[in-house]
Each structure stands twice: as C-alpha cells, then as structure tokens.
C-alpha cells in the first residue's frame, strides 16, 4: 500500500497530474455525459461493443476511466493506477482506431483520422506519474503520510 501512494513533495508533479486530468477529463465527459458534442454512455458503448467489436467491460472501463480518473488525477488520488489504466487505454486507442492514421494529428482534415501523437504525450506523462506519484497537494499524499 505505501508503495501505491508514496509519493514525494514535487510542484512538477502536481502540474504534471493536473494538467494531464484537465485533458482527458473533457475526452471522458463527451463518452459518459454526452458533453462536448460526445455521444454520452449509451451511444459510447454503442459504438465501442458495436462497430469496435470491443466486449462490454472494456467499453465500460475506458468510459470510467477517462472520466472519473480524470478527476482522480486532478485529485492526486490512486494517481499510479489511475496513470496505468490510462496509459493502457491509450495503448489500446493507438493500436484500434489511430495507426492507420500515422503519426500526426490531423490538423487540415485530409487523413480521414487522427494520427497518435496525442496518445504517445499522454503515455510518457502517465509513465512519469506511475513511477514518480502524485507530488504536491495530493490525496495520495496525504494517505501516504498516515500509513
């Protein structure tokens, strides 16, 4: 359990969980609130356990957490599981929906999708926070001190 939450008293940390909450969290409020211009739960697991093939759990659980561990991150709590889950699910939207796309994010419209660049940013600071925790003003923090 220490391991889970330790974490050190780093302000690059904190900017780092944030910052990385504040954009997934809208990505996940478009596939369970329908925010955004999203398609909200129903129509996101829809799509995944329909056209992606995806079974109903996994559909389930990148809709949660894109969504509620977002919020977590911005919390600083469960922050390395939180960054793992996230880290596979970037994993799994490279290797299901964006390598045909290549590399680049579509910015003029002409590839017919988004490349992974965006996934592969969101990796490397996911591999960031699972190794180095949550950092300052985290609950993970705060449960670290009382175990």
């Known amino acids: 359990m220490k391991m889970l939450f330790h974490t050190d008293d780093r302000w690059s940390l904190l900017c780092l969980r944030v910052m990385l909450g504040v954009v997934i969290f809208p990505h996940g409020a478009q596939k369970l609130f329908g925010w955004f211009g999203g398609f909200g739960f129903d129509g996101t697991i829809g799509f995944f ?68 660049e965006f996934h592969l940013l969101v990796i ?16 993970d923090q705060e449960v670290a001190k009382r175990l």
């Not at 809709?63 to 939180?82: C, D, K, M």
């Not at 590399?103 to 419209?109: N, Q, S, T």
């Not at 490397?124 to 609950?139: E, P």
Request: with cysteine; charged share 5%; proline share 2%.
């Open 49 to 116: 356990t329909g056209k992606m093939g995806l079974p109903w759990i996994i559909a389930f659980l990148v809709i949660i957490g894109e969504s509620l561990g977002a919020l977590a991150l911005i919390a600083g709590f469960l922050t390395r599981f939180v960054a793992a889950s996230l880290a596979i699910i970037m994993v799994g939207a490279i290797a299901l929906a964006h390598w045909p796309h290549g590399f680049f994010m579509d910015w003029f419209g002409q590839q017919g999708g988004q490349g992974f």
């Open 124 to 139: 490397g600071m996911c591999v960031a926070l699972v190794l180095a925790g949550a950092g300052k003003w985290s609950v």
